[in-house]
């Protein structure tokens, strides 16, 4: 065996391009090492790549190493390729894990290794621990989230994952599917979720200690805690968090043994499954705004459990009446979907119910259409649009009626329309200021006149971006803001794909602007209007 050293210990190495390590033939494995102390920065790719010969390592051990770009596994088979984290080494990933198929290369992590998806413009897939199925595995004994993208998630799956030791949410969405789940053995933890990074998706916990589940959704954290298991360490629970109306929400049981429901929240609910080891356990929801939740009265909230034909009342057995604040119950048996619920008309409401939203494409508009079967000191409507599906911004406001059992239709038109793919949400607000979302539709629109691109949305605008969308056949140039005075302004841009971009309007004043956009066929403009 061929053992190299080429870093030593303390010293600092930067790569300006790709870093690679190739081997084709010969005979003797080979281990490359990053010795304790060193901090390597290659600023492109880091290519592992065997085509034939031995087995090329890289070993990391208490050293720090960033990648600026991709971590490029090559492999013709098993184990002939791997980069080892050893001790307290940390591995910076700007992008992502490549591999080929099937997954050959071999990511080892030990100690208090750290692997760390780390970027503030890339959208970036932790690669699955699942590997090549037939022996190359990815382990991550620590795994952390900091990546600081505009638009959400800005981490997703790229398959099963599995942490052994602690998940650290810095920064960030992290999305998880049933078909892409994130699983922490059992003596795994987490630390450092906020509104700012959680996991948005289903997340699987072995083993039969306490566990507080860091879920959200639709950028809301809301987390749920198990506690005082009386399964095995084989134990398994799932759980995520939905930001919708639960099923069935008005079908409550009565007569009731723990006090009949008068309502269950029409904004939120989780899901709470038990595999593995059959358990009991101490349930905790957690609410990170009262006001968001519509919760006003401690001794009214219970916890509604859905049957799989109509929600029963858990009761109350401890609560935490702050904000944040969390209620508990005790000894569950039986799990499934969990929401927060009322045992008056008066107190704890949860607001409007609606019954249908659909949106219809016109010759130049969107014709959105909603209809309440009742409210209940409803405000108004915020009718928010997105191109991605993730990222809202509001483009319009309908009054509501207030309160009223016999229900209202609502209507509003958007007369900027993009080609392809639009969705739109409704955000229901109270008098109180507590809001609710609406599920998610889309609109599908094709040939649109060009002379209605470039379009700006939202347009009032009062955050910090907009999003301007051009002709996919022309190819943007420059794009000039340009205020009452006529004063020009170059403003900061970033690109989403071939005809859609963010612009930074963070330093306009409030007032009248003509976005001016110059591509190769010409330059046109669109008013725009600074909240």
């Given amino acids: 065996t061929s053992i190299l050293s080429i870093i030593a210990s303390g010293t600092t190495l930067n790569v300006d391009n790709d870093f690679g390590i190739y081997s084709t033939a010969g005979t003797g494995d080979n281990t490359l090492t990053f010795s304790t102390g060193s901090n390597v920065t290659i600023g492109n790719d880091l290519v592992l790549s065997n085509t034939g010969g031995p087995k090329t390592t890289l070993s990391i051990s208490n050293s720090d190493a960033t990648v600026t770009?991709?971590?490029?596994?090559?492999?013709s088979s098993d184990n002939l390729v791997e980069l080892d984290l050893q001790s307290a080494a940390n591995l910076y990933l700007n992008g992502d894990v490549l591999q080929g198929s099937p997954a050959y290369g071999i990511l080892s992590s030990s100690g208090s290794s750290t692997v760390h998806y780390n970027s503030s413009d890339n959208l970036q897939t932790v690669a699955s621990t699942d590997g090549s199925g037939t022996g190359d595995v990815i382990s991550y004994e620590n795994l952390?989230?900091?990546n600081s993208r505009i638009t959400t998630p800005q981490v997703s799956l790229g398959g099963n994952v599995v942490v052994t030791g602690t998940l650290t949410l810095t920064d960030g969405e992290l999305k998880s599917t049933s078909g892409n789940l994130l699983t922490l053995a059992a003596g795994a933890s987490t630390t450092g979720a906020s509104i700012n990074s959680f996991v948005d998706g289903p997340i699987k916990k072995i083993g039969n200690t306490p566990f507080e589940f860091p879920v959200g959704d639709n950028n809301f954290w809301q987390p749920i805690s198990i506690a005082n298991l009386t399964g095995d360490a084989a134990t398994e629970f799932t759980a995520e968090y939905f930001e919708v109306e639960p099923t069935n929400n008005t079908t409550l049981k009565s007569p009731d043994p723990n006090g009949d429901l008068n309502n269950i929240s029409g904004l939120e609910y989780w899901n709470l499954s038990n595999t593995g080891t059959s358990s009991n356990a101490d349930i905790t929801l957690y609410w990170k705004d009262q006001t968001r939740s519509d919760i006003d009265d401690a001794a009214d909230l219970q916890i509604a459990h859905y049957t799989g034909s109509e929600?029963?009342?858990l009761g109350q057995d401890a609560i935490s009446f702050t904000d944040p604040g969390s209620i508990t119950v005790q000894n569950v048996s039986s799990f499934s979907p969990f929401a927060f619920g009322s045992m008056s008309n008066m107190v704890n409401a949860l607001p409007v119910e609606l019954v249908s939203f659909t949106g219809t494409l016109r010759i130049s508009s969107v014709l959105l259409n909603w209809q309440t079967a009742s409210e209940?000191?409803?405000?108004?409507?915020e009718v928010q649009k997105s191109i991605d599906g993730n990222?809202?911004?509001a483009i319009g406001r309908v009054k509501?009626?207030?309160?009223?059992?016999?229900?209202e239709t609502y209507s509003f038109a958007d007369y900027e329309p993009i080609e392809g793919i639009q969705y739109y949400r409704l955000k229901q607000v109270d008098f109180n200021g507590s809001s609710q979302y609406s599920t998610i539709i889309l609109v599908r629109s094709s040939g649109l006149d060009s002379n209605q691109l470039p379009s700006v949305f939202p347009n009032p605008g009062a955050g910090?971006?907009?999003?301007?969308?051009?002709?996919?056949?022309e190819e943007l140039i420059e794009i000039r803001i340009i205020d009452g005075l006529g004063k020009v302004l170059l403003p900061a841009v970033s690109k989403i794909n071939q005809n859609q971009f963010y612009i930074d309007i963070s330093d306009l004043d409030k007032g009248l602007y003509l976005f001016q956009i110059q591509t190769d066929i010409g330059i046109k403009g669109r008013r725009f209007i600074r909240q």
């Fill in 69 to 75: 770009n991709d971590l490029s596994f090559t492999a």
């Fill in 144 to 146: 952390t989230i900091n």
């Fill in 311 to 313: 929600w029963e009342n």
């Fill in 376 to 381: 209940l000191n409803n405000d108004y409507f």
């Fill in 391 to 393: 990222s809202f911004q």
């Fill in 400 to 407: 509501g009626t207030g309160t009223s059992s016999l229900g």
């Fill in 464 to 473: 910090s971006y907009v999003t301007l969308i051009t002709d996919p056949d």
